[in-house]
């Protein structure tokens, strides 16, 4: 097969066991730079070119698409739909993921555990949703936030306040979250391969640090996750629509709760921590069931 991968950055870690992984197995993969991506609309031509020339002969798409740049990456991917290349991960599907709240309000809607969360735009309400999360403490998130940016946890009242004041007074979009001190600042990253966890791991944070992202200089280890952890995981990502993702929970005393489903999730973490030839198992899940022109979401934007 011809695949091409929307990435940005050639040289991390996943994309290239990805490129090695699809050529081990004899494909052929090109790395292309999102933002060097072009849509060209006209009535029952959708095109794509790169560098000023058009894109085509592909069989699969695999979207690696920066949080940075989801809007643009997102159009450029739809493109690739409206032109029958199969994708690992649909649009719609990584659009859901990437939106904090739309993504809580769907798994909510499913029964799925989720911390308490709260949402308001009027600052009067500032103290009305702090105590909806049974706060303080409590800890506060920007919609648009990866990798542990934007995400504050405020352990009294009046900090609580002042940080959510601050963020919409810069009018940017926050959630409140009831913060699980139980977890004691770890979480648990399960990946999820056309419906099944391939593999688990438990991420604990740097020492005084409450987030537990590798990004933010944690750690992770091999883990084995409960029948009701794995059932919760493999929901998430049908609920998402996602093929492969990342499902982040935390270990509550009401059972696990879903912090994030990461449409794009790192390989290298799970990969050391577990042994598990994770690349490789993206690419078979490929081979079994990419065919052209079997989007969802063909023709429907």
């Known amino acids: 097969m011809k695949i091409a991968m929307l990435a940005r950055n050639p040289d991390l870690y996943s994309h290239r066991r990805l490129v090695e992984a699809a050529e081990a197995c004899g494909h052929s993969m090109d790395v292309l730079n999102t933002l060097r991506c072009t849509v060209h609309i006209a009535s029952h031509?959708?095109?794509?070119?790169?560098n000023g020339e058009k894109v085509n002969g592909y069989d699969v798409v695999i979207p690696r698409i920066g949080a940075s740049i989801t809007n643009y990456g997102l159009a450029i991917l739809r493109q690739f739909e409206m032109a029958g290349v199969w994708s690992l991960n649909e649009s719609v599907a990584i659009g859901r993921s990437r939106d904090k709240l739309r993504s809580m309000q769907i798994l909510a809607k499913h029964g799925?555990?989720?911390?308490?969360?709260?949402?308001?735009?009027?600052?009067?309400?500032?103290?009305?949703?702090?105590?909806?999360?049974n706060g303080p403490p409590v800890v506060i998130k920007l919609l648009e936030g990866t990798q542990g940016i934007g995400v504050v946890l405020a352990e009294t009242m009046s900090s609580a306040k002042s940080v959510i004041e601050a963020f919409r007074g810069a009018n940017v979009n926050i959630l409140v979250q009831e913060f699980i001190k139980e977890a004691g600042g770890t979480d648990i990253r399960a990946l999820v391969i056309g419906g099944k966890v391939v593999a688990a791991m438990q991420r604990t944070g740097a020492p005084d640090e409450f987030r537990s992202n590798l990004h933010r200089g944690g750690s992770a280890k091999l883990i084995k996750i409960t029948p009701e952890e794995r059932s919760t995981a493999v929901r998430a990502a049908k609920r998402m629509g996602l093929n492969v993702c990342g499902v982040d929970m935390l270990r509550s005393n009401h059972g696990p709760v879903i912090m994030e489903v990461n449409s794009s999730p790192g390989l290298e973490g799970i990969e050391q921590a577990t042994g598990k030839d994770i690349a490789g198992?993206?690419?078979k899940f490929i081979e079994d069931h990419a065919q052209q022109g079997k989007t969802k979401t063909k023709g429907k934007g």
């Open 281 to 283: 198992m993206i690419i």
């Open 45 to 50: 031509r959708p095109t794509v070119s790169y």
């Open 112 to 133: 799925l555990g989720l911390p308490l969360t709260a949402f308001a735009h009027d600052p009067k309400q500032t103290e009305e949703i702090i105590r909806a999360v």
